[in-house]
């Protein structure tokens, strides 16, 4: 007969959540250290729109389609636009902390991994903000677009020159879009609903979202997704299936099929 210390050994272990006051030390920290190298470049106007110019007038010569397209579909109704630009000023942040607090609670190794790519996306971006201070298309006059959130409301920013707690000329990468993109890919990789895919359309109407509303090119939301990719690369996800070795004697166990353990920091 088996007894019941060797049945509660060789029963699955569960995943290593890390320790929470740690996490969200880290993540403010992370968080602290982005806003402020963020506000190093906000005082940049001149080069930042001519970094404007030149990536308005690369995207003609690579025959992206016009930013003006998406707009236009937009301003057929006040109700629209105004419910583009509420999109734009409270998902964005919310549905990242809310993805982040439930794989911390129901997929350990899961938020792991997610922690650790949002991380290097945001570095990388940093690093790109700092280097190449970029105006978004509704502060050049050349685009013809309009400042939907200031036109219609409910907008996030003030004039660049008093708007001292954002940087403005931070549009390429746009974590708008890659952060979307990071929530849709980690939650199809935790979770096993045959309709988990649909998840894909949060960054899809997060990039009409900051297209249409004049945020963001097109070039930002294709060198994020080009900075996402390369984190993911270099950051592997966890497998979806972990054998587990009881410490009684007897055959290794393997974990329920969507089940992680044995999370590595």
């Known amino acids: ?45 001149g080069e930042a729109l001519r970094n404007a110019d030149h990536v308005w ?11 003006g397209a998406v707009q236009s579909l937009l301003l057929h109704g006040d109700t629209l636009v105004r419910v583009a630009n509420t999109y734009y000023a409270t998902v964005h942040f919310p549905a990242t902390v809310g993805l982040l607090v439930w794989l911390y609670l129901r997929r350990p190794a899961h938020y792991l991994w997610t922690r650790r790519v949002l991380a290097a996306l945001t570095a990388a971006a940093l690093v790109l903000h700092l280097a190449f201070p970029l105006a978004p298309p509704r502060m050049l006059a050349a685009t ?14 003030g004039p660049p020159r008093t708007d001292h707690l954002s940087n403005q000329f931070a549009a390429m990468p746009s974590l ?11 939650l199809v990789a935790a979770t096993r ?8 359309l949060h960054p899809l109407l997060t990039l009409l979202v900051i297209v249409g509303t004049a945020n963001h090119y097109w070039l930002d939301a294709l060198v994020a997704t080009a900075l996402l990719a390369l984190a993911l690369a270099l950051l592997p996800r966890p497998s979806g299936r972990t054998l587990v070795v009881a410490r009684g004697p007897g055959r290794p166990v393997p974990a329920e099929d969507g089940t992680l353990v044995g999370a590595v920091r």
């Open 1 to 45: 007969m088996t007894s019941r210390t060797e049945g509660a050994a060789a029963a699955p272990a569960r995943p290593a959540r890390p320790a929470l006051v740690r996490e969200l030390l880290l993540v403010a920290g992370l968080f602290l250290v982005y806003k402020l190298g963020r506000r190093l470049a906000a005082d940049h106007t």
């Open 57 to 67: 007038h690369l995207e003609r010569a690579l025959h992206l389609p016009g930013e």
């Open 144 to 157: 013809g677009l309009i400042d939907t959130a200031h036109v219609y409301g409910p907008s996030v920013y």
């Open 176 to 186: 708008h879009f890659g952060w979307a993109l990071m929530v849709a890919l980690a």
């Open 193 to 200: 609903s045959r309709r988990r895919w649909l998840w894909l």
